[in-house]
């Protein structure tokens, strides 16, 4: 059975850098078979993608956040992690990570991590 879960600070003062990770259990991040992806919803609003890691290790991002933002993964941890840097008040939302199906995770998520509460503010 793989399990996502996210970790991070639920705090983060406006303009500082937003960091996240998702440790990965059940299976290994480094596949030909999916991709690993991080995805908010702020509150009162849908769920927005925010990026991917694809399976060669490229990456993609949200083009609204692409001037702010990395994503990485670290194979010897089984872990990819998330990077935003100059926080506003608008990247207050709820961080998901998600396992696509796909290398590029083109098929859809089969499993996603419980969530976790970000909220910029001073």
């Known amino acids: 059975q793989v399990q996502l879960q996210e970790s991070g600070p639920g705090l983060v003062k406006p303009s500082q850098t937003l960091s996240l990770t998702c440790t990965v259990s059940?299976?290994?991040?480094?596949?030909?078979?999916?991709?690993w992806s991080w995805i908010r919803q702020p509150p009162g609003k849908g769920l927005e993608w925010v990026g991917v890691?694809?399976?060669?290790?490229?990456?993609y991002y949200n083009p609204t956040l692409k001037s702010r933002i990395s994503i990485s993964r670290d194979a010897s941890k089984n872990q990819f992690s998330l990077q935003l840097t100059s926080v506003t008040p608008e990247d207050t939302a709820v961080y998901f990570c998600?396992?696509?199906?796909?290398?590029?995770?083109?098929?859809?998520?089969?499993?996603w991590g419980q969530g976790t509460q970000v909220t910029v503010s001073s």
């Open positions: 890691a694809a399976y060669d290790g490229s990456t």
């Open positions: 059940g299976g290994p991040i480094i596949s030909s078979y999916y991709a």
């Open positions: 998600a396992r696509g199906r796909g290398g590029y995770g083109l098929g859809g998520y089969d499993y």
